[in-house]
């Protein structure tokens, strides 16, 4: 669009259907079968729900996890019909009207969703497919494992719900020690044990995120017999949840924060540069100044530590990163008005230069996770193919 500053998120949806087919190959090894429900929550990691949804349906992929009922909704606005997962499930009677009138799937995570989500559907006369969360160690949603089995019980019992899966989330699968891993998975083996004893069906079975299906390999007979798909999300961004697991998947970076020089202006000794004049010149030198700041997704973390690519090499930041722009020293280097620059991700051109988004966000302080969901909605996406 005419008038924007020059700051874009590039997203290779070529390249997520690339990570989308090295999840589908570790899926394989799962021991119930190897299917894929893509997490595209927080606007696909900020990518572009709908098109990452498109891209991934494109490449094979039948099953979408959203956090939120209004996430699924977008979708199904969208003309995307393949079955989605709310993995936040709903929070009042509005909610669960809407994923009856969305056709798609709420999680059960406690007791008490189980009259709101009956009664709705009662009324509204139709059957609706639920999963069940078990909370084997995460303590954060999801029921005990000691009240699944009783409470599957009165939900299979229910003419107006159906049971189409029940899933665990591990919380340390990207730990090198996957000691915690096992305890959850031998939990779960227990809660699907009592489940089959009483003679239900738990459908569709999943455990691992990214983290997880990238260690599979290590988990081995750990993993319940009953798992029939996995539930990743990060790796179908090109990102690896953990330096370790770097080995277990060929991936690509999707999104490359770009943005052009602004302004270049001179400095002298002791010059000082941005809010607080945290930094100082050196000598004198060069300075260019960036459209972007933390406002569209660059840490306020990075002033003075950080980092981007120009001209396929490393410039550092100079002062603070401020709400709208970002500084850089370079020293006394030329640089000219326009030259692009990567704030993470990979350079334009034959041969692109990398600048990894888990470097950025560990120089960051922070998680690649986070840096991909707070690249701001004032920045545009391309999706290219």
């Excluded at 595209?40 to 572009?48: I, N, P, Q």
């Amino acid at each position: 669009m005419k008038g924007e500053r020059p700051t874009l998120a590039a997203i290779d949806l070529g390249a997520l259907a690339a990570n989308f087919s090295e999840a589908r190959r570790l899926a394989k090894g799962l021991p119930a079968g190897g299917r894929v429900i893509a997490v595209v929550k927080a606007d696909a990691y900020g990518h572009g729900a709908v098109p990452v949804s498109r891209k991934l349906i494109s490449a094979g992929c039948d099953h979408l996890a959203v956090a939120t009922v209004a996430e699924a909704a977008e979708l199904r606005a969208a003309g995307i019909t393949v079955p989605i997962l709310v993995l936040g499930g709903v929070h009042d009677a509005a909610e669960a009207d809407d994923v009856i009138e969305s056709g798609v799937t709420p999680v059960v995570q406690h007791a008490g969703h189980l009259p709101l989500l009956r009664t709705r559907a009662r009324e509204r006369g139709t059957v609706l497919p639920v999963q069940l969360e078990v909370d084997t160690g995460m303590c954060r949603m999801g029921v005990s494992p000691e009240e699944a089995p009783s409470l599957l019980e009165s939900l299979v019992r229910e003419p107006a719900l159906s049971l189409e899966g029940v899933y665990t989330h591990l919380a340390c699968a990207d730990e090198p020690d996957l000691t915690p891993v096992r305890m959850q998975l031998r939990l779960f083996k227990e809660v699907l044990a009592a489940i089959t004893a009483r003679g239900i069906d738990p459908g569709i079975v999943h455990v691992a995120n990214s983290a997880g299906l990238m260690a599979l390999s290590s988990l081995g007979e750990d993993i319940p017999a009953q798992v029939s798909a996995a539930r990743p999300g990060l790796m179908l961004y090109g990102v690896c949840p953990a330096p370790h697991l770097a080995s277990a998947a060929d991936l690509t970076p999707v999104m490359s924060l770009r943005t052009r020089v602004a302004n270049v202006r001179h400095v002298r000794p002791g010059e000082p540069v941005g809010y607080g004049a945290t930094f100082r010149a050196k000598q004198r030198g060069r300075l260019a100044t960036l459209p972007i700041g933390y406002a569209d997704g660059v840490p306020w973390s990075l002033g003075n530590r950080g980092h981007v690519l120009v001209r396929g090499r490393r410039v550092p930041i100079a002062g603070r990163v401020s709400m709208d722009l970002t500084t850089l020293d370079l020293g006394e280097s030329e640089i000219a008005l326009g030259e692009p620059v990567v704030i993470f991700g990979a350079s334009e051109g034959e041969k692109p230069v990398l600048l990894p988004v888990e470097q950025v966000a560990e120089l960051a302080g922070t998680i690649p996770y986070e840096l991909l969901v707070r690249v701001g909605g004032r920045v545009p996406r391309s999706h290219d193919e």
